[in-house]
C-alpha cells in the first residue's frame, strides 16, 4: 500500500503526466522538453529523475546527450496502471495544453528532420551519421552567392534571423516592438560581433524606417502577430527600393486557437492566395507563393511568398 500511495503521489502531479504523454510518443532529451513542456529546464530534470527512480522512463545515452523514453510496462508491472494513463491520455486530446504540447513536439521533430543530422545508411539503424550538416551551414553558403544587400528584418524578435542575414548583407535593420526583446537583440548582435546591424523600435504597420530604402524587406513569422497584416505587408513594399523584394515566411491557415492565448497570434495563418492578393494590392509585382516547410500530423506549415517592387521607368 505504501508503494502504490507513492506512486499515485508521483502521478498527481499536471506536469509529470503531460512528461509521460510526450515520452510516449517519442524519445526526447531535456532540451527538447523543456522547449515542449514551458518548463524550467532544472524543473523538468527533477520531474524526469523522479519518474526515473519510480520505473516510468528510461534514460538513453546517444552522441553525448541524455535521451528519456517511456519504460517498458511489464518490466515493472504496471501495464493496469498504463493503460488506464492512456485511456486518459486519450480522451484529453482536445485539452488546449495537451494539443499545445503536440504541436510544439512536431516542431521539435521538424528541427530534428531540417539539422540534417543523419542522412542515408548506418549499421545500426539504417541510416549514416554524417556530422555537420545543418540547414543553418547550408542557409550561409546561400548567403555567400549573393550580391551585398541592404536588408530590414520586419518583427526581427530576439534577432537571431537578423543576425544570420547579417552574414551575408552590407547592413540590416531588426525592428520589433517591444523593447525588451530588442534589448535582448541587441546583447546578441554583440555577442555575435555583428556591426552592421541597427536595431529600432516600432510597429509593423508604421515602420521607423524611410522610404525605398532597403534591398530586401522581410517578414518571417511575423505578420500573423500583425494587428493589420494588409497593412504591414504595404508598409514592407513602401520601404523596399525599386527593384528590390518583399520576402514573407509565415504559417499557412491553420485551426489551432491556443495559438492566440499560448503565443499571441492575431491571425490563423494565411492562405497562399491571401498572401499573393497583398502583395499585389501592396503594388509589387510577380508574386510567387509556395509551401516552405510540412510535416504529417503537424498543424502548421509555413508558407513563403516574394515579390517585386516596380522599377521606375525614365
Request: proline share 3%; charged share 30%.
Amino acid at each position: 500500500m505504501r508503494q502504490a500511495s507513492a506512486v499515485y503521489r508521483l502521478l498527481g502531479d499536471e506536469a509529470r503526466l503531460r512528461l509521460l504523454r510526450v515520452l510516449e510518443r517519442e524519445r526526447l532529451n531535456v532540451t527538447e522538453l523543456t522547449g515542449i513542456l514551458g518548463l524550467a529546464q532544472s524543473g523538468v530534470s527533477r520531474h524526469l529523475k523522479l519518474l526515473k527512480d519510480a520505473g516510468f522512463v528510461v534514460e538513453e545515452k546517444d552522441a553525448g546527450f541524455s535521451y528519456y523514453r517511456l519504460a517498458d510496462p511489464s518490466t515493472g508491472g504496471m501495464e493496469t496502471l498504463w493503460e488506464a494513463l492512456r485511456d486518459q491520455f486519450e480522451r484529453s486530446a482536445s485539452d488546449p495544453a495537451v494539443k499545445a504540447d503536440g504541436a510544439r513536439l512536431q516542431e521539435v521533430l521538424r528541427l530534428r528532420k531540417e539539422n540534417f543530422e543523419q542522412h542515408g545508411v548506418d549499421s545500426r539503424d539504417g541510416r549514416q551519421l554524417v556530422p555537420g550538416r545543418s540547414w543553418a551551414a547550408w542557409a550561409r553558403a546561400l548567403g555567400m552567392l549573393l550580391p551585398p544587400m541592404s536588408v530590414a528584418d520586419l518583427g526581427c524578435g530576439e534577432g537571431y534571423l537578423t543576425i544570420e542575414t547579417s552574414r551575408w548583407a552590407s547592413s540590416v535593420i531588426g525592428v520589433d516592438r517591444s523593447e525588451a526583446v530588442l534589448a535582448r537583440a541587441r546583447a546578441l548582435g554583440r555577442r555575435r560581433r555583428a556591426t552592421n546591424v541597427t536595431w529600432r523600435r516600432g510597429e509593423l504597420e508604421k515602420l521607423p524606417i524611410d522610404d525605398e530604402s532597403v534591398d530586401v524587406a522581410l517578414l518571417s513569422q511575423a505578420l500573423h502577430h500583425a494587428t493589420d497584416p494588409a497593412k504591414a505587408v504595404a508598409e514592407a513594399a513602401r520601404i523596399t527600393a525599386p527593384g528590390g523584394r518583399v520576402l514573407i515566411l509565415d504559417l499557412r491557415e491553420h485551426h489551432e486557437e491556443w495559438v492566440r492565448a499560448k503565443l499571441g497570434d492575431r491571425t490563423l495563418g494565411f492562405k497562399e492566395e491571401q498572401l499573393a492578393d497583398m502583395l499585389l494590392a501592396s503594388g509589387l509585382e510577380q508574386p510567387r507563393t509556395r509551401i516552405g516547410s510540412s510535416r504529417a500530423g503537424d498543424p502548421f506549415a509555413v508558407l513563403i511568398a516574394a515579390a517585386t517592387k516596380k522599377k521606375k521607368h525614365r
